[in-house]
Structures are given as C-alpha cells and as structure tokens.
C-alpha cells in the first residue's frame, strides 16, 4: 500500500542522511518469497496476528513489529533504529532490510 511504500522511502531517506548502508523496501504478504533472502524483516503493526507465521515463511528472518504510530511523522526514525538494531544482531556485514510485509 501507499503508507507502506513511503515510510520505506522515509527510511532510505533518513538512512542516506545518516551515512547507513541500508535497503528498506515495501513488500506485500503475498510478495515475501520472491524477496527473500533478506537480513531483516519489520512487520506492519496491522499484521501482528500474523507475525509469527510471517518469521516462519521468511526462514526464520531476524523480525520485528512496528509500533502502532509507524506510518505517523516519527515512524520512519523508530523504524529505521529497529532494523538497524535487528541488523546488528545478525551481525550482517552489508545490511540491507526487508521492510515488509507491510500490507495484506
């Protein structure tokens, strides 16, 4: 959807201004094989029934669920630390991060 694909914008915006290597992308449920593998996945809040069915289709994929406010101004900052934090768990040496899915 639309709110998905500009918060992942903001995210490539916010991660261009702050010199962060990092890919975000919006990516349908039905889309989520075709853009596997990935480093990370952020869930839409929408989707939270689903989360754990999500990280098992994606192999397992280091994930989180974005706060409710995450479409909001402010959603892409929080976004953005999430999957940097979900990056360095990975310990990812070229981070790049599924944002998505993130609509039905």
């Excluded at 694909?5 to 890919?23: E, M, W, Y």
């Excluded at 990280?55 to 892409?76: E, I, K, N, Q």
Aim: proline residues 6%; aromatic residues 2%; glycine residues 10%.
């Amino acid at each position: 959807g639309a709110s998905s694909t500009f918060l992942a914008s903001r995210i490539r915006a916010l991660a261009k201004a702050g010199a962060v290597d990092l890919t975000a992308i919006a990516v349908s449920e039905q889309e989520l094989e075709a853009h596997l593998p990935a480093d990370a996945m952020l869930v839409g809040p929408h989707l939270a029934d689903r989360f754990d069915s999500l990280v098992t289709r994606a192999g397992g994929l280091p994930a989180a669920l974005l706060a409710a406010d995450a479409f909001g101004p402010a959603g892409a900052a929080s976004a953005l630390e999430l999957a940097q934090q979900l990056l360095r768990t990975t310990g990812s040496a070229t981070p790049s991060t599924t944002e998505g899915p993130t609509h039905g």
